[in-house]
């Protein structure tokens, strides 16, 4: 599995090579700036900074730069994810100086005529739709109607008690990939054991509440959390079961690789090759039997 981002930099071959692609202004300047509003993640919202797309000027081509890269990625893998699926529905444009990205404005994307170029290209298109975050009904029809599996992560299902809580292994559908957590989130063992300041728009009390939820939801003593939280996902309904190494490791937060909302100190864990022990093999092996995944 590969991972297209839905945007790309400012600095990048693609807008140095096609700047009719690109909401920027006579001397190549971005006039608005790419990111998304207050989440889970960042109570500011996340700020990235890349340029938008015209979507007009792409429609007139036959959106043939996103066939292009669609096919670049397709001689490498089999699956691709794509990051910030949201966007193809409605996207969020950010005046172009902006300090943080809370005061910005949803522009609408070029959903399905968008994905009827590349189905007329490609056939079956092999995505998966990143669905996380601020995501609307108009969100979920989009990747709906297309088929798309979307993403469900097990560190956000336990912020609250309620029964109709999406992340909640009950309620998953089979079309659907499951993660312990993400690049985005910290090793499941150092969000379990976290004490340090609260992260995103949560407070103390609020973690404090979603380890609770968690452990009685998991029936857990917390011993091997982390083991805990790898049985409850591959032992879902969802059709694919994904979860980092650190957590099949047994890692903290020592290993996270990624913090949204920053761009320093990230992407720099790397496991050795001890690490990947034929017990460690056998214990993911017996897992994957015992709930049908071999």
């Not at 309620?171 to 379990?192: A, I, L, P, Q, S």
Request: one cysteine or more; a negative charge; hydrophobic letters at 40%.
């Amino acid at each position: 599995m590969g991972d297209i981002p839905f945007f790309v930099a400012h600095d990048s071959a693609d807008v140095w090579a096609n700047p009719e692609l690109f909401d920027l202004d006579g001397h190549g300047r971005p006039l608005y700036v790419a990111g998304v509003p207050p989440d889970y993640f960042s109570a500011t919202g996340q700020l990235w900074g890349n340029p938008l797309y015209r979507w007009d000027e792409m429609a007139r081509t036959g959106y043939r730069w996103w066939s292009e890269r669609v096919r670049s990625v397709l001689e490498l893998v089999d699956f691709v994810r794509i990051d910030h699926f949201r966007g193809f529905e409605k996207y969020w444009a950010i005046p172009r100086g902006a300090n943080t990205a809370a005061n910005g404005k949803w522009l609408e994307g070029p959903g399905d005529r968008l994905f009827s170029a590349l189905q007329k290209e490609f056939g079956k298109i092999p995505f998966v739709a990143e669905d996380l975050g601020y995501i609307t009904p108009e969100v979920h029809a989009l990747r709906d109607r297309w088929g798309f599996p979307g993403m469900r992560v097990l560190q956000f299902a336990f912020g609250d008690d309620s029964p109709a809580h999406p992340f909640k292994p009950y309620n998953f559908v089979r079309n659907t990939v499951v993660y312990t957590g993400t690049h985005d989130n910290d090793t499941t063992v150092g969000w379990f054991s976290n004490t340090g300041p609260a992260e995103g728009v949560l407070n103390e009390e609020q973690i404090r509440i979603e380890r609770k939820n968690a452990l009685k939801y998991l029936n857990s003593n917390a011993k091997e959390i982390h083991w805990d939280f790898i049985r409850l996902a591959v032992a879902s309904v969802a059709d694919t079961a994904i979860f980092p190494l650190q957590d099949a490791l047994g890692l903290g937060s020592e290993a996270r690789m990624n913090r949204p909302a920053t761009t320093e100190n990230n992407w720099r864990w790397r496991f050795e090759e001890g690490q990947l022990s034929a017990k460690l093999a056998h214990r993911l092996r017996e897992i994957s039997k015992t709930y049908g995944r071999c």
